[in-house]
């Protein structure tokens, strides 16, 4: 299985830019290469999909061009999303949390920086009933501070030691877990978890300051390739 994962696209209201950059165009620009060079199975939209607010119309917009391309997508909500939006306008559902599982996949809302007690009740029931070695989870925020004093500081996730024990109590397992939020790129392995952070669609900020400096403004996407005992993961910037 081939899997494309796009994250912190910051699409704002239709026509305008954000913060000086068509985050429409890059989106566009992506959904274009991945078309082109990638064969795959499966696109993955992880968050932050919206500028600063969420706007209907951007959801629609995006749902819209995502329907014209060839291949299957999921969708899960960022910080800047609203979750009940996503559920009604990409599933006709009215869920105030938007978390799944597909194809043996786990797929959390972290919407408000945290998860309800109710997710943590339904990950831990199918953690517990999961016949793979491997859990492959997507989630906006990573769970664990990632040394970007930026958002360490400011905008982490609120739970991190109620993940820790999550791994400590599933130990058996190995958890390959794809985020973004950070806006930078970063691969971390820690106890018996694969963490991944994706860069951003928009811009990536500076890893060496507590204040928002932007590094580059080169967006990139992840490919990640899972096929038997092989995985593969590279990160791809449009230069």
């Not at 696109?43 to 629609?60: A, L, T």
């Not at 930026?150 to 791994?167: G, K, M, V």
């Not at 204040?211 to 967006?219: N, R």
Request: charged residues 20%; aromatic residues 12%; contains cysteine.
């Amino acid at each position: 299985m081939v899997i494309i994962q796009i994250t912190d696209l910051h699409i704002a209201a239709l026509g305008t830019h954000a913060n000086g950059v068509d985050t429409l165009a890059n989106f566009n620009q992506i959904l274009g290469r991945v078309e082109a060079d990638e064969q795959a199975d499966l696109i993955v939209i992880s968050g932050d999909i919206c500028f600063q607010d969420p706007v209907e119309e951007v959801y629609h917009h995006v749902k819209s061009m995502l329907d014209s391309k060839p291949f299957d997508y999921k969708v899960i909500g960022g910080n800047h999303d609203d979750s009940k939006m996503i559920s009604q306008i990409f599933t006709g559902t009215e869920s105030l949390e938007y978390f799944y599982e597909y194809k043996g996949m786990i797929f959390l809302d972290t919407v408000q920086g945290s998860m309800s007690t109710n997710q943590w009740q339904w990950l831990e029931h199918k953690l517990t009933s999961h016949q793979d070695s491997k859990v492959y989870i997507f989630m906006h925020h990573p769970p664990r501070k990632s040394m970007v004093p930026h958002i360490d500081d400011r905008y982490a996730f609120t739970q991190i030691d109620e993940f820790n024990d999550l791994l400590d109590k599933f130990s058996h397992l190995s958890f390959y877990i794809f985020t973004g939020h950070y806006h930078v790129e970063r691969s971390m392995q820690y106890k018996n978890c694969h963490l991944f952070i994706t860069p951003s669609c928009f811009l990536q900020i500076a890893d060496t300051s507590p204040e928002f400096i932007v590094d580059h403004y080169v967006p990139a996407y992840r490919r990640i390739v899972i096929e038997d005992d092989l995985f593969l993961s590279t990160v791809k910037y449009l230069l």
